[in-house]
């Protein structure tokens, strides 16, 4: 082989790495990144359950079966609780067993209080540590003149909690769930994008219902309308919502007490997921065989695009 022959040979091989490495994803670009999602673990009939270690657990995405890359009991919890300003005053009856529900979490748990208005979360007490100081942020609903949409004061609020689905992250929404900016007919138009960020960022809303202080929420269809609303929004973030009928319930103290059982035991779920180049939500299931135990968390997920 001549010298010439051998140089073009060399130079092409040469062009054809070049092109390889330029053109080809990189191994790191296709890698799987962390996802990370709470886990409350229910004993049966309301009962304590007991420790639930990760060799207990068994994870599924779309039905097969997927290693878990960590699990861990969650300790510090950033609860903010949003209240609907367009209840009915009545509900600062039921602000003595807030209290109470406050004073009685651990002091990892950092609870802010804000006033769902026009759309928005005003926030009246930011996230402390100092319970009794979260507890004096609580007032009466400024009722008529407030309705607005609180799934929409929900999104805004979810812009202001701590970043980050490495820790625990809940909302308590205390409202009729009635939109009276766009309807929920069949249900809100705000609902869907609602759950989505929640359901991305690691966020549980809980909710609590409670007649407003308009007239739609005396007319039974538009009440049941809200309570759905409200149901789904929990049921799609891993959480639960409570209510008794369509009339105002005589005491928050059996919700707060349930709702403060399930806080204890919460488990953080990391694994690893490839959403492809844009993202995209899949279908989880978390199970175990310990008996009298079984899990609440979001119905699905959200899969990060590769790096």
């Known amino acids: 082989m001549n010298t010439l022959r051998r140089n073009a040979i060399l130079l092409f091989a040469g062009l054809l790495a070049f092109l390889w490495t330029s053109l080809a994803p990189s191994a790191s670009a296709a890698e799987p990144r962390n996802v990370t999602m709470t886990v409350t673990?229910?004993?049966?009939?309301?009962?304590?359950?007991?420790?639930?270690?990760?060799?207990?657990?068994?994870?599924?995405?779309?039905?097969?079966?997927?290693?878990?890359?960590?699990?861990?009991?969650?300790?510090?919890?950033?609860?903010?609780?949003?209240?609907?300003?367009?209840?009915?005053?009545?509900?600062?009856?039921?602000?003595?067993?807030?209290?109470?529900?406050?004073?009685?979490?651990?002091?990892?748990?950092?609870?802010?209080?804000?006033?769902?208005?026009?759309?928005?979360?005003?926030?009246?007490?930011?996230?402390?540590?100092?319970?009794?100081?979260?507890?004096?942020?609580?007032?009466?609903?400024?009722?008529?003149?407030?309705?607005?949409?609180?799934?929409?004061?929900?999104?805004?609020?979810?812009?202001?909690?701590?970043?980050?689905?490495?820790?625990?992250?809940?909302?308590?929404?205390i409202s009729s769930g009635i939109d009276y900016f766009h309807g929920n007919f069949p249900e809100s138009p705000d609902l869907?994008?609602?759950?989505?960020?929640?359901?991305?960022?690691?966020?549980?809303?809980?909710?609590?219902?409670?007649?407003?202080?308009?007239?739609?929420?005396?007319?039974?269809?538009?009440?049941?309308?809200?309570?759905?609303?409200?149901?789904?929004?929990?049921?799609a973030t891993g959480a639960e919502s409570y209510y008794l009928g369509l009339n105002e319930t005589v005491t928050f103290k059996p919700y707060l007490d349930e709702l403060a059982t399930h806080l204890r035991h919460q488990y953080l779920l990391t694994f690893k997921g490839s959403g492809g180049p844009k993202g995209r939500f899949q279908r989880v299931h978390v199970a175990t065989e310990t008996p009298g135990v079984q899990f609440l968390h979001a119905p699905q997920a959200f899969l990060p695009a590769e790096k």
């Open 41 to 173: 673990a229910l004993g049966k009939k309301d009962a304590e359950p007991p420790a639930i270690n990760r060799e207990d657990v068994q994870f599924y995405i779309n039905k097969e079966r997927s290693q878990i890359a960590n699990w861990r009991h969650g300790e510090k919890l950033y609860l903010a609780v949003l209240i609907d300003d367009s209840l009915d005053s009545n509900v600062a009856s039921q602000w003595n067993d807030l209290k109470e529900f406050f004073n009685a979490q651990p002091s990892t748990t950092y609870i802010s209080v804000s006033y769902a208005r026009n759309g928005a979360a005003q926030v009246s007490q930011d996230f402390t540590n100092d319970h009794e100081l979260a507890a004096k942020a609580l007032r009466i609903p400024i009722g008529p003149g407030s309705f607005s949409s609180p799934y929409l004061a929900v999104l805004d609020l979810m812009k202001r909690l701590p970043s980050g689905p490495t820790e625990r992250r809940s909302i308590l929404l």
């Open 192 to 235: 869907q994008s609602t759950y989505e960020r929640a359901q991305k960022e690691n966020i549980n809303v809980w909710s609590i219902y409670y007649p407003d202080a308009g007239h739609l929420s005396r007319r039974w269809f538009r009440a049941f309308r809200g309570q759905n609303d409200l149901s789904r929004l929990a049921e």
